[in-house]
């Protein structure tokens, strides 16, 4: 029954009932910690949109969590999603779960309590809404406007992130359309702040995009993470690109983690280094900080310290390097919070010595403790306190900190103070401070020193550090030696006892500061956007990447039970049925179109010159079998040529490469052009279902062609018996007289290819690297998507040409004289062939040997490569292809 609930909103369904919730106008009440409501949708769906707007509550921030069940199930912890609801907050999320439901339940709370809900709806997904649609709407931007993409490491409570923010903020203010690609989430305080300014976030790990607004339960699953994370990063690559984010400021060496993807998407990358030498071994950034050598078009460094240590690490860097230092983004005097001392548990009028960052040892808190404590005993009578400000990170440090405080007996004066959120609270700590300590081992430009210096605070630090010997440098602060913290100490005495010093070092600071303009750091970043790219990708994936395709089975969310009974129903009204067929159109099923491997255009276009020749004057019509079409709902009475590739399953109930029609009456009288087996469970006896549904679709007057023996023989053993096998299309054109014309020798060049579904590291690894020995130039082609990242987890492209996933691309190179094929691809192997060009296809699976034993395919099986392959390469064999001249010739002719 229908539970009506004001502001409740369900589109396509409606509340069935609710527990532990009461609702008064638009005040919701939860009367206990597990509030529910319960939804249900007239029909099924895969997946719904949720947004809701909370107005005044009770708390500050609730818990939301989502349970869904398939039906007949119960709901279950092991089936939820949950989301963070803010007071005065919006939210929107898509929530996608890769199977049918008709219910959820969503439990709006964790507390009892109240809030004031303006608006909750919820509504069912469409097609239409793809992850990258949504995405696209989230980034979309005004026509004609400038757009950045700014990548941080994390979205923490520390420096770098912080600047992170401070960038993108300050290009959002100048009109820029701006995005933020965090690899980490935070604990919500960056992100209200990029929410206030309006800057969308997508955070790449962890949550895969939950705080874009998209949620996909079923691309969770633990033995997949990495993968589902490198797809889903992916997804965003392309989105940007799509929407016109070509370039990407990367701030921080982490960030470099990500810059090899999105130089593949052909972004233009301006890294922004802030860590030193000894950081970057210790922490493991040396893999980053490769790809930030490697891809990186302009590096911008705060000083020439980190730069130098940079080059000292990574020589070869490409990009162009500059030293840049970024200024002060808290700016004096700016109010946007009230703030009082008392708040941090400390007297108003209290001395306060002071240092910030976090908490850990490369930012030298051991050395901080050490110092204050060596001067409390000194100046016991003093009321002088020192305050870090700042997170610790890592708790066995914390607790061996906290004890060495206590240890001192100075734990009333030695204070510890959180990360302070409030600006103008942390600017009163700063305004309150005699000194500023900066007593990092290392840091390359430490925001908060310059802040000091800013507010006419003296800084005492040590040299050799990087950044703050920079900045105190001239006599703008005061260095210290060797980490030597007797001396630390008693120049910080001097500093607060010499008004004169003082006086001289805060000048010095202060104009130094102010010739950092934070809004002109701003301005050179977006000035650097705007220079050429000076780094190439390889490949540029997002011009030569094809859209993935998710393939639609025949009938789909239907039992084979269910399919079973729609066959024989087709079967028996087939039984009473005269089709005239109209023969003045030929339909093409068409196995390029939504493919995303360029070997089904080498077959397509072998087929389609085929039927040129044999329908002359005829017109075609191409209905694709990889994507569903609605076109192949009104084809029942033409002539249909299914064309080459691998489309024949031993178990076709389990195929999802063909998208059959919803009436599969469309389907009935196929001839086949050149099909073969899919490998994948070639071994398994055809089922039941197989059989019914090839012996209701293949035609029984037409003769079929297939391209290998064992094709024939199982269709043959179900019945089918109307079968020449006439090899591959792509072959027919291999005669005696075309094979006398592919040169026997070796060439200059060499086109080769590898196979991301049948990978072999080692194996490949080898043939690459001995090709790249044995001849001038080496091109790689990609036929399939993932080939690339399967080249890339296993060689440097650096010396190898990529040939784009194109047939022309390939084509081109093909046409050039002295060139030879050794690779893995079978098609790529007999288009080049094709080209007259001498050619050895390495085996890897069933079908390269199976078309090999009947024409005598140049082929060598992977494990005999380091035997026989540089044999092969710089010996001469001639080229003889054996073509079944008789069996293509009576297949043409039957038409």
Not at 721 to 730: D, M, S
Not at 803 to 829: F, N
Not at 857 to 877: H, Q, S, T, V
């Amino acid at each position: 029954m229908e539970e009506r609930m004001n502001g409740c909103e369900i589109l396509g369904g409606q509340v069935v009932g609710t527990a532990g919730i009461e609702v008064r106008e638009n005040i919701w009440v939860y009367k206990d910690q597990d509030p529910q409501i319960y939804i249900r949708f007239k029909e099924p769906v895969q997946g719904f949109r949720f947004s809701c707007e909370v107005g005044e509550a009770d708390t500050s921030r609730q818990h939301m969590t989502v349970y869904y069940r398939k039906e007949g199930e119960p709901f279950s912890e092991s089936n939820t999603c949950r989301m963070e609801v803010s007071k005065y907050g919006k939210i929107t999320r898509e929530i996608r779960l890769g199977f049918s439901v008709c219910e959820v339940r969503i439990d709006p709370a964790e507390t009892p309590g109240k809030c004031e809900m303006k608006s909750f709806v919820v509504c069912p997904l469409r097609e239409e809404d793809t992850i990258e649609n949504t995405l696209g709407e989230r980034i979309r931007g005004r026509d004609g406007q400038k757009k950045i993409v700014v990548l941080t490491r994390d979205l923490s409570k520390t420096g770098a992130p912080i600047l992170a923010y401070n960038i993108a903020e300050g290009l959002k203010r100048k009109g820029w359309a701006v995005v933020v690609l965090a690899g980490r989430e935070g604990n919500g305080f960056l992100e209200r702040k990029y929410e206030a300014a309006e800057i969308p976030v997508i955070t790449l790990e962890g949550s895969e995009g939950e705080e874009f607004g998209y949620i996909s339960l079923n691309e969770k699953e633990p033995s997949e993470s990495e993968a589902k994370k490198h797809s889903f990063s992916k997804k965003v690559a392309r989105v940007l690109a799509k929407h016109g984010y070509r370039t990407v400021i990367a701030n921080t060496i982490v960030a470099g983690a990500y810059v090899e993807l999105l130089k593949d998407y052909g972004m233009k990358i301006i890294s922004l280094i802030h860590e030193m030498k000894t950081s970057i071994a210790f922490y493991g950034f040396v893999p980053d900080g490769k790809h930030v050598e490697k891809y990186a078009d302009y590096i911008v460094f705060p000083n020439s310290f980190v730069k130098e240590d940079f080059r000292k690490l990574f020589p070869k860097t490409k990009g162009t390097c500059l030293v840049r230092p970024q200024g002060v983004y808290l700016k004096r005097g700016k109010k946007t919070a009230e703030g009082s001392l008392k708040q941090l548990g400390l007297r108003e009028d209290a001395r306060i010595i002071m240092s910030s960052g976090s908490c850990e040892l490369r930012k030298g808190v051991d050395l901080f403790i050490s110092a204050a404590t060596m001067f409390l005993n000194r100046h016991k009578e003093e009321e002088i306190h020192f305050v870090w400000t700042g997170d610790f990170h890592n708790e066995e440090l914390k607790c061996w900190m906290l004890d060495q405080v206590a240890r001192s007996g100075h734990t009333d004066r030695i204070h510890f103070i959180p990360f302070i959120q409030e600006e103008g609270l942390y600017r009163t700590v700063l305004e309150h401070a005699e000194a500023f300590w900066g007593m990092s081992r290392e840091d390359p430009f430490p925001s908060t020193i310059l802040e000091a210096m800013d507010n006419r605070i003296p800084v005492v630090g040590f040299c050799g550090t990087g950044g703050i010997q920079v900045m105190l440098e001239e006599g703008r602060g005061i260095l210290i030696e060797n980490l030597d913290l007797e001396r630390f100490v008693s120049q910080t005495e001097r500093l607060l006892l010499d008004k004169e010093l003082r006086d001289e070092i805060l000048p010095k600071a202060k104009a130094y500061v102010e010739n950092l303009d934070f809004d002109s750091y701003v301005d050179f970043l977006a000035e650097l956007s705007e220079r050429e790219m000076r780094i190439k990708p390889f490949l540029d994936l997002y011009q030569w990447e094809k859209e993935q395709h998710f393939y639609q089975c025949q009938l789909k969310g239907k039992e084979l039970e269910e399919r079973q009974k729609e066959l024989m129903q087709a079967v028996s009204a087939d039984r009473f049925r005269k089709r005239k067929t109209d023969k003045k159109e030929i339909v093409l099923l068409d196995t390029a179109i939504g493919s995303d491997n360029v070997g089904d255009e080498i077959i397509m276009d072998y087929c389609g010159k085929v039927c040129k020749e044999v329908f002359s004057g005829r017109t075609f019509r191409h209905v694709p079998t990889h994507i569903y079409d609605p076109a192949a709902e009104a084809i029942e009475n033409y002539v249909k040529i299914l064309c080459g590739t691998n489309l024949i399953y031993t178990q076709m109930e389990e195929s999802r490469q063909w998208a059959l029609p919803k009436d599969i009456k469309n389907y009935k009288h196929i001839c086949l052009l050149g099909v073969g087996m899919q490998q994948l469970g070639i071994e398994r006896p055809m089922s039941a279902y197989t059989k019914k549904l090839l012996r209701y679709m293949l035609h029984t007057k037409y003769l079929h062609s297939v391209r290998d023996e064992e094709t024939k023989r199982r269709l043959e053993e179900i019945g089918i018996r109307n079968v020449l096998n006439t090899g591959c299309p792509t072959m027919w054109r291999l005669t005696k007289e075309h094979c006398a014309g592919i040169p026997a020798g070796k060439a200059e060049q060499v086109v080769t290819t590898v196979t991301d579904y049948m990978k072999c590291t080692e194996k490949d690894r080898y043939m690459l690297e001995l090709l790249k020995k044995c001849y001038k130039r080496v091109h790689i082609w990609i036929q399939g998507q993932k080939d690339y990242e399967y080249l890339r987890e296993m060689i440097d492209l650096e010396g190898v040409q990529i040939i784009p996933p194109s047939l022309e691309k390939l084509d081109e190179v093909l046409s050039k004289e002295e060139t030879d094929y050794v690779g893995t691809r079978l098609h790529a192997g007999i288009r080049s062939l094709n080209f007259q060009k001498r050619s050895l296809v390495i085996g890897v699976d069933n079908r390269a040997r199976a078309i090999a034993a009947d024409t005598g395919l140049p082929i060598l099986e992977r494990a005999e490569m380091e035997e026989k392959l540089e044999d092969w390469i710089r010996g001469e064999k001639k080229t003889e292809i054996r073509i079944p001249i008789r069996e293509i010739e009576t297949w043409k002719n039957q038409f």
